[in-house]
């Protein structure tokens, strides 16, 4: 017998491993005819059909060919040759594969399919290496933003209210979801809007999705088309004019100054489709958009036909009076679409987020979702739901304002006293993080002082990358507090202090 079966496991399994073996180790060439499968059955005294099973699937894994009317042959080129030559390839690139977009959509023999434009605009615009965490560095002082507080979450409650849904989970709640969101999570999110952002919905008008991007993209499918001109804050969050290029949208490019949206500015502009803005706390600058400019955006965007996504990121953190009711509140004439999540109130890693649709696209909207994805996860919208029902959410902002407001008091306090009239910290009325403005460094130095200060152990971030347009000439930088203690926040701007001091 050429070939020997190792009694482990069913005879096809085995028939299987032996033929693969004597392939790999080339006892059997490359073009080697196979035997017959009834003269094989006979030499391993198994049934033909587990012979035939065997070869079947090595013809699936790439092992064998075979040749009407000729038999079985062992393939020319098996898988790990292809393996061994992407790998040489890879190491020739230098140890890792690089995607490269073809230069022009055309179709090439033995090439990758070509690109659809829009993830063509989407290379062309978007960061090959965009992701939206920030990079984790070991800085023992890092004034990272854009994360809450690890530390001050309920995470017992949670997970005891998970585990509750877990173990009462029925059938239907374990099949495909409802398209715009689980209907108790829906009811639950526009009584908690309705309370703490004075979001004026039914739960018809929420539709639940997998994070703020989402709801940016699924607005940009039903209502932007390619070509159309779309208004954004000067300096923005760079997930809309991501999102917008790879749409191949026009950005129309407003200031902002220390209120927010300079909204004048869109009173003599050309025609536009839309605008974006997050007028609880800009992003990155902090403003917050008084009433007077809220009314004036709305009373703009109804007269050009214009639709307002109103991104409110982080709009239950402010230290100065109650929380600023939404721009959507205000909206008498359906223009306003409401987006907020729970990366801010909770934890980025949830990926539930909502947009809050005027009543007339709310259709629209679902089943732009449920082609996207078929729905949110529902475990995990109905442990949400529960959380907000139970007052579990409401109590936790509470919590994190009061100890958000002692973060920024530190921080305040700390740069009075290390830099005094030297730098100035803006927007932490807020959200957050603030805005360190340092006057009398150039902006060109700005990457000195980033370099000087992590060798002191402290992470700073530059505003630069926000700006649509040429940034301003002196640096500036974004200060996340919330994920520092009041003693790290103080030896961390003591440090920074020092840095500055050194160039």
Excluded at 120 to 149: I, K, S
Excluded at 452 to 463: D, E, F, L, N, S
């Amino acid at each position: 017998m050429w070939i020997r079966l190792s009694g482990e496991g069913s005879l096809f399994r085995q028939v299987y491993g032996a033929l693969r073996a004597e392939i790999l180790a080339r006892r059997l060439a490359p073009g080697t005819r196979l035997p017959a499968t009834r003269e094989l059955a006979r030499e391993l005294g198994v049934s033909r059909n587990t012979v035939i099973q065997a070869y079947e699937q090595l013809l699936d894994e790439g092992y064998a060919a075979a040749r009407t009317g000729s038999g079985t042959y062992v393939a020319e080129i098996l898988p790990e040759d292809r393996v061994q030559v992407r790998g040489a390839k890879r190491a020739a690139a230098g140890g890792r594969e690089v995607l490269r977009a073809p230069a022009r959509l055309e179709r090439h023999p033995g090439r990758a399919p070509a690109l659809a434009a829009r993830a063509q605009r989407a290379l062309d615009a978007v960061p090959r290496d965009l992701a939206w965490g920030m990079p984790r560095r070991r800085l023992p002082y890092d004034f990272r933003y854009g994360e809450p507080a690890f530390g001050d979450l309920p995470l017992e409650t949670w997970w005891r209210l998970t585990a509750r849904r877990g173990r009462r989970a029925t059938a239907a709640q374990l099949g495909y979801g409802t398209p715009g969101g689980a209907p108790e999570l829906r009811s639950a999110l526009a009584g908690y809007l309705q309370r703490a952002r004075g979001v004026r919905c039914e739960p018809a008008q929420v539709i639940v999705v997998n994070g703020t991007q989402q709801a940016i993209d699924l607005v940009l499918r039903v209502l932007v088309d390619a070509g159309d001109r779309v208004a954004l804050e000067d300096p923005h969050y760079t997930g809309f004019s991501f999102a917008l290029r790879a749409h191949g949208a026009e950005i129309l490019p407003v200031p902002v100054d220390e209120e927010g949206l300079v909204a004048s500015v869109l009173e003599d502009a050309p025609p536009f489709r839309g605008v974006f803005v997050t007028p609880s706390h800009q992003f990155p600058t902090g403003g917050i958009l008084p009433l007077a400019r809220r009314l004036q955006l709305l009373a703009c965007a109804a007269r050009r036909g214009a639709f307002v996504v109103e991104d409110d990121y982080d709009g239950e953190f402010r230290y100065d009076g109650r929380p600023i009711e939404c721009l959507q509140g205000l909206d008498e004439d359906g223009r306003v679409l409401y987006v907020g999540s729970t990366s801010k109130l909770l934890f980025p890693a949830l990926r539930i987020g909502w947009l809050v649709v005027p009543e007339p696209l709310a259709p629209m909207f679902q089943q732009a979702k449920v082609l996207a994805d078929t729905g949110t996860a529902t475990l995990e919208q109905l442990v949400l739901a529960d959380f907000i029902l139970g007052g579990h959410l409401e109590r936790h902002v509470r919590r994190s304002r009061a100890r958000n407001a002692a973060r920024r008091e530190a921080l305040v306090a700390a740069l009075d006293r290390h830099l005094g009239d030297e730098a100035a910290l803006l927007g932490t009325g807020a959200g957050l993080h603030g805005v360190l403005s340092i006057p009398r460094l150039p902006m060109r130095r700005e990457a000195e002082l980033r370099k000087a200060c992590a060798a002191r152990g402290v992470g700073i971030y530059p505003i630069a990358p926000y700006y649509l347009t040429r940034p301003p000439p002196r640096a500036a930088f974004l200060l996340g507090f919330s994920a520092l203690e009041e003693n790290e926040i103080a030896e961390g701007i003591g440090r920074l202090a020092e840095a500055l001091a050194a160039l």
